[in-house]
């Protein structure tokens, strides 16, 4: 009996002909997936933007098993067809001009004292034995003075007031692009004589030389934009001259992230402080009040 090779049965004759037909075109269907599906490396040119500023936000976009890198002003993306396309319409979103912006800070001052006070002194003579006296006190310049004399004796009152104010107010402003850094300081140097004793295995050395102090006022900003809302991270700052003595010298700080529209001013912050001193000894007394409020405000308006 011959046994031949058997052959295998060909798909064609065991699948019915509107099988093959469904199969044809489910084929069809799906070679446009799967081209899409298929990876490849793109470079993308960026225009206004850098790459830190643009990675951070396309990275979440990127899909599985795909990269995105970039070098200079390339972005180099690898990915399916489909999403790069996504991406390169994010990144047409993204990188666009950055904005002008114009960065004011006012920084205000206002300062009030008062003070009031009375006394009496004098000298009355008893007899010639005797007398009592009452040495005059200070109770400020100005005011009020009576004196009555009767012989060699004689009494005088003086009683005055005084009121002081001053304000004080400065701003500085400078451009920045948004995200940028902006620095402004405007000031002097002021010299102050620095005097050392340095003591020695012998004698003792005096050496005075001059050093310089940097005092002034200004702020360092950098903005963020999103639509017509800018938030801040800002830090004004003011170290001016004071009136104690030379050399010495009234300091404000503040650090702080605020947010508001464009165009509208921020109060950032402020301070206030009030003394109140009372003074007094044998037939006078003086009192008073002094109070200073500081405040800072901010305002950010985009440059046409």
């Given at each position: 009996m011959n046994q031949g090779h058997r052959q295998p049965a060909d798909a064609s004759h065991w699948l019915p002909s509107h099988c093959r037909r469904h199969l044809l075109w489910l084929l069809l269907l799906l070679l446009p997936a799967?081209?899409?599906?298929?990876?490849?490396?793109?470079?993308?040119?960026?225009?206004h933007r850098?790459?830190?500023?643009?990675?951070?936000?396309?990275?979440?976009?990127v899909e599985a098993g795909g990269t995105l890198s970039g070098m200079g002003?390339?972005?180099i993306v690898r990915a399916s067809r489909r999403n790069r396309d996504q991406i390169r319409q994010a990144l047409a979103a993204i990188d666009t001009p950055a904005r002008q912006l114009l960065i004011r800070v006012s920084q205000s001052r206002q300062a009030e004292s008062r003070a009031q006070g009375a006394a009496i002194a004098g000298r009355v003579v008893v007899d010639r034995y005797g007398q009592v006296a009452q040495p005059p006190a200070g109770v400020g310049t100005g005011g009020t003075r009576?004196?009555?004399?009767?012989?060699?004796?004689?009494v005088s009152g003086q009683a005055g007031?005084?009121?002081?104010?001053?304000?004080?107010?400065?701003?500085q402003m400078v451009q920045v692009i948004e995200g940028g850094r902006a620095l402004i300081h405007v000031g002097q140097s002021l010299p102050v004589p620095l005097r050392q004793i340095v003591?020695?295995?012998?004698?003792?050395?005096?050496?005075?030389?001059?050093?310089?102090?940097?005092?002034?006022?200004?702020?360092?900003?950098?903005?963020r934009l999103a639509g017509d809302r800018v938030t801040l991270e800002i830090s004004p700052y003011a170290d001016l001259p004071a009136q104690r003595g030379y050399g010495s010298s009234t300091t404000q700080r503040l650090s702080t992230?605020?947010?508001?529209?464009?165009?509208?001013?921020?109060?950032?912050?402020?301070?206030?402080?009030?003394?109140?001193?009372?003074r007094g000894g044998n037939l006078h007394a003086a009192g008073g009040q002094a109070s200073e409020r500081r405040s800072i405000w901010l305002q950010v308006e985009e440059v046409p």
């Open positions: 799967l081209a899409g599906a298929q990876q490849e490396m793109e470079m993308m040119t960026l225009r850098t790459l830190d500023q643009v990675l951070p936000a396309l990275q979440p976009l002003d390339q972005l009576v004196e009555i004399r009767r012989g060699a004796s004689v007031a005084s009121r002081s104010a001053s304000n004080s107010d400065s701003t003591v020695g295995p012998h004698a003792a050395v005096r050496n005075e030389t001059v050093v310089y102090r940097d005092l002034g006022q200004g702020f360092y900003a950098q903005p992230t605020v947010s508001g529209r464009l165009g509208e001013w921020i109060e950032l912050g402020g301070s206030s402080q009030q003394a109140d001193f009372e």
